[in-house]
T-cell receptor, first 111, second 114 residues
Framework: SQTIHQWPATLVQPVGSPLSLECTVE??????LYWYRQAAGRGLQLLFY??????ISSEVPQNLSASRPQDRQFILSSKKLLLSDSGFYLC??????????FGSGTRLTVV | KQEVTQIPAALSVPEGENLVLNCSFT??????LQWFRQDPGKGLTSLLL?????REQTSGRLNASLDKSSGRSTLYIAASQPGDSATYLC?????????????FGQGTELSVKP
């Protein structure tokens, strides 16, 4: 079974500062990787997904970007954070479009 | 465009009661459907995965059913316990969606009172 490592657990950043959130996957090769954001309430919004190294698809226009430098590493970045970037960020992995596994999430507060 | 709806949005039951959570989707061209549990401030834990060719899956006190033609899934929890209190999310992936993206419902917040 696959395990997702996501860090940090919480982060408070000032407006205009850069962001880097990292996610690594164990227990599977060539997974599909995803970044979701969960705003206040319960809805999960897909931000980016990747089907392979260097392949990134963006779901919504925004202030964020993603990269996949290695097969099991997925990074979410921003050059300048906005207040609206606050939220709970979740990384997920799926092998062969089957069962999804989620990380424990990062709570980002932009102040 | 696929839309996933979960009813009710919140549910409070006494301990020991059997309960059903509902999930409906508008497009039946799904690849699979997955139920998750989320505790406050935590990530998602997978509970049950039903592939499109299956009708139900069971794990312990949990049973999930899928009726693709009517666009519905139910999660049945038997003999509920206070530890079952959490938000339950259902999500589908589509046959035609590149990358196998999950589309989520808004969740049902369950509270089981001792």
């Amino acid at each position: 079974s696959q395990t997702i490592h996501q860090w940090p657990a919480t982060l408070v950043q000032p407006v205009g500062s850069p962001l880097s959130l990292e996610c690594t996957v164990e227990g599977t090769s060539n997974p599909n990787l995803y970044w979701y954001r969960q705003a206040a309430g319960r809805g999960l919004q897909l931000l980016f997904y990747s089907v392979g190294i260097g392949q990134i698809s963006s779901e919504v226009p925004q202030n964020l970007s993603a990269s996949r430098p290695q097969d099991r590493q997925f990074i979410l970045s921003s050059k300048k954070l906005l207040l609206s970037d606050s939220g709970f960020y979740l990384c997920a992995a799926a092998g062969g479009y089957i069962e999804y596994t989620f990380g424990s999430g990062t709570r980002l507060t932009v102040v | 465009k696929q839309e996933v709806t979960q009813i009710p949005a919140a549910l409070s039951v006494p301990e020991g009661e059997n309960l059903v959570l509902n999930c409906s989707f508008t497009d039946s061209a799904i690849y699979n459907l997955q139920w998750f549990r989320q505790d406050p401030g935590k990530g998602l834990t997978s509970l049950l995965l039903i592939q499109s060719s299956q009708r139900e899956q069971t794990s312990g006190r949990l049973n999930a059913s899928l009726d693709k033609s009517s666009g519905r899934s139910t999660l049945y929890i038997a003999a509920s316990q206070p530890g079952d209190s959490a938000t339950y999310l259902c999500a589908v992936s589509m046959i035609y969606n590149q990358g196998g993206k999950l589309i989520f419902g808004q969740g049902t917040e369950l509270s089981v009172k001792p």
